[in-house]
């Protein structure tokens, strides 16, 4: 008895250690498959903006959508992409990209870290300019479509002709006391 334990016990232990790395195989092809559904979800945006579809960049977006800046304001989608749509009457937009650092899901929602580049030329003088923000977004699941439910921007640069113009950067957070 004993010893068809100790066989039933090395089966076991023989088949999780020959599983391990199938199912870390597995974790890492789900992984990259969520990074290039969020860098596709991020990549429609900015195309929509370089495109000035700001129809089509609320979409994007769920209906209880949150957007906080550095400075603290809170708006909800109408009023992000309106602000964004309000900047294309002083700067035109040629290039965005967005770079993941990070992407972790738990069941429908994504949590992704991400820097957003958008260059641009003043439509006044035609200066160049580029704005550099680092968020941290929450993307939910919804009918199979990642759409952004939350952003929280914890810093915005806008460089103007190669010089930082306005650095925003969101205040640390206090420990609890």
């Given at each position: 008895m004993k010893k068809s334990?100790?066989?039933v016990f090395a089966a076991v232990?023989?088949?999780?250690?020959?599983?391990?790395?199938?199912a870390a195989q597995a974790d890492a092809a789900s992984d990259a498959v969520l990074q290039s559904q969020i860098q596709s979800a991020y990549d429609a945006q900015c195309s929509d903006v370089i495109s000035g579809d700001f129809a089509n960049l609320a979409k994007s977006q769920t209906g209880d959508y949150t957007g906080t800046a550095p400075n603290g304001t809170v708006m909800d989608s109408a009023k992000?992409?309106?602000g964004l749509q309000?900047?294309?009457?002083q700067v035109t937009f040629v290039a965005c990209k967005a770079q993941l650092a990070s992407v972790q899901q738990s069941g429908s929602t994504a949590?992704?870290?991400?820097?957003t580049t958008l260059d641009g030329k003043t439509v006044a003088g035609a200066t160049?300019?580029?704005?550099?923000?680092?968020?941290?977004?929450?993307w939910t699941n919804t009918s199979g479509a990642w759409l952004m439910s939350k952003s929280i921007v914890s810093e915005t640069?806008?460089?103007?002709?190669g010089k930082v113009l306005q650095d925003m950067v969101a205040p640390a957070?206090?420990?609890?006391?």
């Open positions: 334990l100790a066989l232990v023989g088949a999780a250690l020959l599983n391990a790395p199938i992000s992409v309106a309000a900047m294309t009457a949590v992704a870290s991400v820097t160049p300019l580029s704005m550099i923000s680092t968020s941290v977004d929450t640069k806008i460089i103007v002709n957070a206090k420990p609890p006391r």
